[in-house]
């Protein structure tokens, strides 16, 4: 094995990220596989296989170190209260929607172990969901690559726009989560 390569390394980090369930990590290893340099099957897979597996570690630990853990859920306590309000609104959806949904998408497992549901059908439900998430988000980039390359060369370009695009984004990300935290 070759350490050197921006393969070995880029499927290492998809593990190593996907693990705690990064969707930019995913989104980047479906635009270096429409670049070639790495495969597309073996990224997804990858990244389904330790995303499926960095939550149900998460799940454990809310299941078996509740007081080691509940120190560090007090700084959450809005966080927790979208949580809870998600799962009871969703149910098992909720395993599925948290994946997309950042800030939440670490505490919705913790909860649900605090909770006492059942690990049985969290590991199922959660298999199927690390399966359309990664799937939805590693396709939607790799086939939108062009788009995705296109912008960061004409960034290069305009280098001032990048974080002027960030702020808008953010700030739209940000107002947006404001309005249905409010709801």
């Given at each position: 094995?070759d350490f050197?390569?921006?393969?070995?390394?880029?499927?290492?980090?998809?593990?190593?990220?996907?693990?705690?369930?990064?969707?930019l990590?995913?989104?980047t290893?479906g635009?270096?596989?429409?670049?070639?340099?790495?495969?597309?099957?073996?990224a997804l897979?990858?990244?389904?296989?330790?995303?499926?597996l960095?939550d149900?570690f998460l799940?454990?630990l809310?299941?078996?170190?509740?007081k080691?853990?509940?120190?560090y859920l007090?700084?959450?306590?809005?966080?927790?209260a979208i949580?809870?309000?998600?799962?009871?609104?969703?149910?098992?959806?909720?395993?599925?929607?948290?994946?997309?949904?950042?800030?939440v998408?670490?505490?919705i497992?913790?909860?649900?172990?605090?909770?006492?549901y059942?690990f049985k059908?969290?590991v199922?439900?959660?298999?199927?969901?690390?399966?359309?998430?990664?799937?939805?988000?590693?396709?939607?980039?790799?086939?939108?690559?062009?788009?995705?390359?296109?912008?960061?060369?004409?960034?290069?370009?305009?280098p001032?726009?990048?974080p002027?695009?960030?702020?808008?984004?953010?700030?739209?990300?940000?107002?947006?989560?404001?309005?249905v935290?409010?709801?």
């Open positions: 094995m050197s390569s921006l393969e070995t390394w880029g499927y290492l980090a998809i593990a190593f990220f996907s693990f705690g369930g990064s969707m990590i995913v989104a290893a635009v270096f596989a429409y670049l070639g340099h790495i495969n597309l099957t073996y897979l990858i990244a389904i296989i330790f995303n499926f960095g149900n799940f454990y809310g299941r078996y170190n509740k080691d853990i509940q120190k007090i700084k959450h306590q809005r966080k927790l949580t809870r309000l998600l799962m009871k609104k969703y149910g098992v959806l909720a395993i599925f929607i948290q994946k997309f949904i950042y800030g998408k670490t505490l497992p913790i909860v649900m172990a605090l909770s006492k059942d059908k969290f199922i439900y959660n298999f199927f969901a690390s399966i359309v998430f990664v799937l939805t988000v590693g396709l939607a980039s790799y086939y939108s690559s062009d788009a995705i390359i296109a912008a960061f060369n004409y960034l290069k370009t305009k001032y726009l990048a002027l695009a960030l702020i808008i984004i953010g700030g739209g990300i940000w107002q947006y989560l404001k309005k935290e409010k709801k």
